[in-house]
């Protein structure tokens, strides 16, 4: 790169502190009573995230000081990485498994999710692709499908441990990091009615899916099965009313919402800190796509610009799916609420995210 380099964005760092810091709280909050339960100690999963999030505020600040333009040199040799990883989560012994997926590899206490380090990998690597071959996208044949065949290949794999959820980011990501790179919507559109088709056909081979689907439709035909999460979430977020129960004062997490402190851990802090508190961390969010976007805008060249649009794409899908799914708006789906969900490797991957957008905007003129 020969641009100028500035100081990073310092509102986008204090806005992901801000999610990050309450996300400890938060942490703590929900899952102190599970962890002095399981573990005898109030403080497992808190301190565990502590960890992590040690690490991750150090990823970031390291991160954002290479050049991004690096992570193009290196985004083919990243993805190989990643595809090898991801195959070997599948081979038996190898591969860990948690709540009936096998998306995990490591040893002991120690474990990561390749899927994770997937999302960030791809955005780098198709980030390249669209930056080359950007005057192609418009042609279905020789810039549309070499993209998205690569994409659905590290789906199809995910699809395998299954993990839905973090697939169904990835690929929302790089459509949206494709739309923007000029693709022709007519293209999305026949790709639509087959995704379509491909969706129920994941849903059909699966019936904990279909379960899922009519849990969401209807979540009180199956109080104690398929919609017992939704519904003690519901219970959740309903009594938190506008000022909340107040911190710490939660009922659900009383072993009624199952570990709280992953997936649903908005519901919990809706029902602790109440709608204020919800909209505080929802405006957080907006605030931290905002920076992203005028990033992306005002990045020196266009892989800066993808690599930008992929970040904040990929945090604001995964905040609209989790926050959907904890409000029955969409099926249950394990998706982390970024910054704040309980998770080593997402908070890792997120900060790490971050850490890249923030290069970007070292370049950036805006």
Do not use: H, K, R
């Given at each position: 790169m020969s641009t100028k380099k500035t100081t990073p964005d310092f509102i986008l760092i204090v806005l992901t502190l801000s999610l990050l810091t309450i996300g400890l709280i938060m942490v703590y909050s929900a899952s102190a009573v599970w962890a002095s339960y399981k573990f005898d100690d109030s403080f497992f999963f808190a301190k565990r995230q502590l960890l992590f999030a040690g690490l991750g505020i150090c990823a970031m600040f390291v991160i954002m000081n290479i050049d991004y333009w690096t992570w193009r040199k290196w985004s083919k040799s990243l993805i190989i990485i990643c595809f090898v990883l991801l195959v070997l989560v599948l081979v038996p012994g190898v591969g860990m498994t948690r709540n009936g997926?096998?998306?995990?590899?490591?040893?002991?206490?120690?474990?990561?999710?390749?899927?994770?380090f997937m999302k960030l990998a791809m955005i780098a690597f198709l980030s390249k692709y669209l930056a080359d071959n950007q005057k192609k996208i418009t042609s279905f044949k020789k810039g549309l499908m070499p993209s998205l065949g690569l994409v659905f290949l590290a789906f199809g794999i995910i699809m395998l441990q299954p993990d839905l959820g973090t697939g169904t980011v990835m690929v929302g990501t790089c459509i949206v990091m494709i739309f923007v790179a000029g693709a022709r919507i007519s293209h999305f559109a026949y790709l639509g009615l087959v995704g379509v088709a491909g969706f129920v056909a994941l849903v059909a081979s699966a019936p904990y899916r279909i379960k899922r689907i009519t849990?969401?439709?209807?979540?009180?035909?199956?109080?104690?099965?398929?919609?017992?999460?939704v519904i003690q979430s519901l219970y959740a977020i309903g009594p938190g009313g506008l000022l909340g129960m107040g911190l710490g004062q939660s009922r659900q997490k009383f072993f009624y919402l199952p570990e709280p402190q992953t997936d649903f851990i908005f519901a919990i802090l809706a029902e602790e800190l109440g709608f204020i508190g919800g909209s505080i961390v929802l405006i957080l969010f907006a605030l931290l796509l905002w920076r992203g976007v005028r990033i992306a805008l005002g990045a020196p060249d266009l892989y800066g610009s993808f690599l930008a649009i992929g970040v904040i794409s990929m945090v604001a899908?995964?905040?609209?799916?989790?926050?959907?799914?904890?409000?029955?708006?969409?099926?249950?789906?394990?998706?982390?609420?970024?910054?704040?969900?309980?998770?080593?490797?997402?908070?890792t991957l997120m900060l790490a995210a971050v850490g890249v957008l923030l290069n970007v905007s070292r370049h950036s003129r805006y």
């Open positions: 997926s096998t998306s995990w590899i490591g040893v002991g206490a120690f474990s990561i999710q390749p899927s994770e849990s969401f439709l209807d979540p009180w035909e199956d109080p104690l099965g398929s919609g017992f999460q899908i995964q905040v609209m799916i989790n926050i959907g799914v904890v409000t029955n708006l969409i099926p249950v789906t394990g998706i982390t609420l970024p910054f704040l969900s309980y998770g080593g490797s997402s908070l």
